[in-house]
């Protein structure tokens, strides 16, 4: 689906030769397929609106899991398309909507390939984990880059989407939170695909 901003930048390309008096060439802008289905996020949090506009601007579908709720995406948008086919979703929302999705996923012969933690304190201090990933992800080169963690692990979720072969599958630990400090929030960044 064109953007607004797509859109624009044709047109003005189309008007260029009625402007110069050029003859007019057909000029098509070729995007790389998307690698998800759906890249879900919980819009409550900054980072995963961080998260989900860097994906936005690889092309992929942004869908948000509204008040962390999954029912609703679940029923129209993601079942539906599993039902077709098993086609890889990812996300960074809270912990449930991972967990929920990883346990319909497994009828479907998906699995969570990519998973890691990020618990986010008051202050806005991010502790990050990685549990399961195929790229070169570590929790320095998280923590290095600061705010602009959320386009790093977005980056390596695209690469990852990529990859013929991911990270070994099986059950993840999202049912397992840690013991958070008052205040702090755990958001898990997350891919589901076959393994």
């Known amino acids: ?52 506009a860097r994906l936005a601007a690889r092309g992929e579908a ?9 029912t609703y995406l679940w029923l129209n948008d993601i079942d539906p398309a599993w039902r077709r086919a098993p086609v890889p979703v990812a996300g960074l929302t809270r912990p449930a909507v991972l967990f929920c999705l990883e346990q319909l996923a497994w009828a479907q012969g998906l699995r969570v390939v990519y998973h890691a933690e990020h618990v986010v304190s ?4 991010v502790q990050h984990t990685v549990q399961r990933c195929a790229a070169s992800l570590d929790t320095s080169s998280l923590v290095m880059r600061g705010p602009l963690w959320p386009s790093e692990v977005a980056d390596v979720v695209a690469s990852q989407g990529a990859l013929p072969r991911h990270a070994p599958a099986g059950p993840s630990c999202s049912g397992l939170a840690p013991v958070l400090a008052p205040g702090a929030e755990l958001l898990a960044s997350w891919m589901i695909a076959r393994a």
């Open 1 to 52: 689906m064109t953007n607004r901003r797509e859109f624009l930048h044709g047109a003005t390309l189309a008007a260029v030769p009625l402007v110069t008096g050029l003859p007019a060439v057909a000029v098509a802008v070729q995007r790389p397929a998307p690698a998800f289905h759906a890249v879900l996020i919980d819009d409550r949090f900054a980072a995963a609106s961080a998260f989900g």
């Open 62 to 70: 942004i869908r948000v899991v509204p008040g962390g709720n999954l």
């Open 122 to 125: 008051p202050t806005g201090v």
